[in-house]
């Protein structure tokens, strides 16, 4: 896939992006965790455990884990909590990876779309989403749903890449979005793959601009968690 296919792909239609989108993760699904490992530096583990950290779930809390991928926060919540945890993503390579990761556990499994959620309004106690929202094709439509199958003060995380605050961090950063792609080829022989990563990002919404598509949806006592200056963010909205 070419270059100029990223750059544009803000303009194609849904189909086109969602079947990319798509693509991409069937690519890199069976290399989507050691890729992970070696381009946050196993960071993302550290902010996966913290994300799991701030969510007030017990044994009794029914969980999405929404653009799940291989299930990386079901298998957090899963060894420290008997609830239960329904994994749901587009892709169902990615499924099939979170399968083998949670095959200790009793999972239920959905490969579905987030903008049309098969679930019945007021249900989840918390929906947590990670690194996904920038992928889906229609956010706000996303959104309302995840708003729709929440229980009312249930609560929404979603942690996403951000707006780095640091202007030596925000440097810092932009080089190292020159490597990634180059680490895709070399590791995965994937560049696109890692081009459309640091696209997506660029892409996507900054922390004001996130709240306010919360607030858009309905959410209410909408907290953001700056990671590393930004890098990554948590927000946290509820349903009131
Ligand atoms: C970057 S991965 C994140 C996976 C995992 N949450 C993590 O933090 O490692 C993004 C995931 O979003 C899924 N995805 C993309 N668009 C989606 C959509 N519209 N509905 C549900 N899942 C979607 C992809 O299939 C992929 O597994």
Redesign the pocket.
């Known amino acids: 896939m070419e270059n100029n296919f990223l750059k544009n792909i803000k303009t194609f239609d849904k189909n086109k992006k969602?079947n990319f989108?798509?693509q991409i993760?069937s690519n890199v699904s069976k290399q989507y965790d050691f890729m992970?490992d070696l381009m946050s530096l196993g960071l993302?583990r550290t902010w996966?455990e913290k994300l799991i950290d701030i969510m007030d779930i017990n044994n009794d809390s029914i969980i999405l884990d929404?653009?799940?991928?291989?299930g990386?926060?079901t298998k957090i919540v899963k060894k420290k909590f008997s609830c239960d945890c329904i994994v749901?993503?587009?892709?169902l390579e990615?499924i099939n990876q979170a399968k083998t990761k949670l095959q200790d556990f009793k999972i239920k499994y959905i490969n579905?779309?987030?903008?049309s959620l098969p679930f019945k309004k007021n249900f989840f106690d918390h929906v947590m989403?990670?690194?996904?929202l920038r992928?889906?094709?229609d956010i706000e439509r996303?959104l309302n749903e995840v708003h729709r199958i929440l229980r009312k003060n249930g609560k929404f995380f979603c942690m996403e890449f951000s707006e780095i605050n640091n202007v030596m961090l925000r440097k810092i950063f932009f080089l190292y979005s020159k490597i990634i792609p180059k680490y895709g080829k070399f590791f995965s022989d994937n560049e696109v793959a890692y081009e459309y990563l640091i696209q997506s990002i660029r892409n996507f919404p900054n922390q004001i601009q996130l709240t306010k598509k919360l607030k858009k949806a309905g959410f209410e006592r909408i907290e953001v968690i700056d990671i590393m200056g930004g890098l990554a963010s948590i927000h946290i909205s509820e349903k009131k």
């Open positions: 969602e989108i798509s993760f992970n993302h996966k929404l653009a799940s991928g291989s990386d926060l749901f993503d587009s892709n990615m579905g779309n987030a903008e989403v990670s690194f996904g992928n889906f094709t996303s």
